[in-house]
């Protein structure tokens, strides 16, 4: 399996910004989509947002469309979430995750078997 470590999170209030990373390892990492997911406080673990191996198509959940970003540098083994106008809704532990699939048109949280330890991200207000 593909070895995922997530970093970035921290406290920040809200409107603010945030930027996580993932760094991944292992032959796994290549030739599929990447994700982030995330849970909350007395929730279950839900789908934030996904990348095609390309990095050409992105997906993301309705509650942060428009406000989060998800990027990779495959040279480097690297994938990103950028997070704006975040709000306290979105204090979670996020995790990296790595797909099954190379591209898909939507995706789930069951799209993702593999993931990293997490990283808090707590939003202030």
């Known amino acids: 399996q593909v070895q995922l470590v997530e970093s970035g999170g921290g406290l920040v209030q809200a409107g603010g910004s945030l930027r996580l990373s993932c760094a991944a390892s292992?032959?796994?990492?290549?030739?599929?989509?990447m994700g982030w997911l995330r849970q909350a406080p007395g929730k279950e673990r839900e789908f934030v947002a996904a990348i095609s191996w390309s990095g050409t198509s992105t997906y993301y959940a309705d509650s942060v469309k428009g406000r989060f970003t998800i990027f990779r540098d495959n040279a480097k083994n690297m994938v990103y979430l950028q997070m704006n106008n975040v709000k306290p809704e979105d204090t979670a532990v996020y995790y990296c995750?790595?797909?099954?699939?190379?591209?898909?048109?939507?995706?789930?949280?069951?799209?993702?078997?593999?993931w990293g330890q997490g990283t808090q991200v707590t939003v202030s207000s």
């Open positions: 995750a790595a797909s099954c699939y190379s591209h898909k048109n939507y995706y789930t949280e069951t799209d993702f078997p593999s």
């Open positions: 292992g032959r796994t990492f290549s030739g599929y989509a």
